[in-house]
């Protein structure tokens, strides 16, 4: 029987991966433009650098290395991604944001899997 922590976990997975899809449909239907201040992206885009530094840095107890280093992967990725948009070109805006929705799917989709094959 998983306990609270494991399925809260599996909740937060969940999470990541229904985010994921949405940020990833979102991208794919709708022109994606620029909010009026761009610098709130590259700040967004630094905090999700900055949350999976730490998240590597400093595991949370109970959680196998592998899962660790998704989760910790996946932030840095979709900060670097979310940090890149207001400074590409506009017409690449919708790709990159694309690519963060697949990256947070896919950090679900891992998460899931892990939890499955811990039971």
């Known amino acids: ?6 399925l809260f976990r599996l909740i937060n997975e969940v999470i990541f991966l229904l985010l994921g899809g949405l940020i990833f449909l979102l991208a794919v239907t709708r022109p994606v433009m620029l909010p009026a201040r761009p610098m709130a992206l590259v700040l967004l885009g630094v905090f999700l650098i900055y949350w999976g530094a730490r998240a590597w840095v400093k595991p949370e107890p109970g959680i196998a290395k592998a899962q660790m280093t998704a989760r910790a992967v996946s932030l840095v990725l979709v900060g670097s991604l979310v940090a890149a948009i207001p400074v590409l070109p506009l017409r690449d805006a919708g790709v990159l944001l ?4 697949c990256v947070l799917v896919l950090r679900g989709l891992a998460g899931i899997f892990g939890f499955l094959k811990a039971l």
Do not use: E, S
């Open 98 to 101: 694309g690519a963060a929705g």
């Open 1 to 6: 029987m998983p306990k609270a922590i494991d």
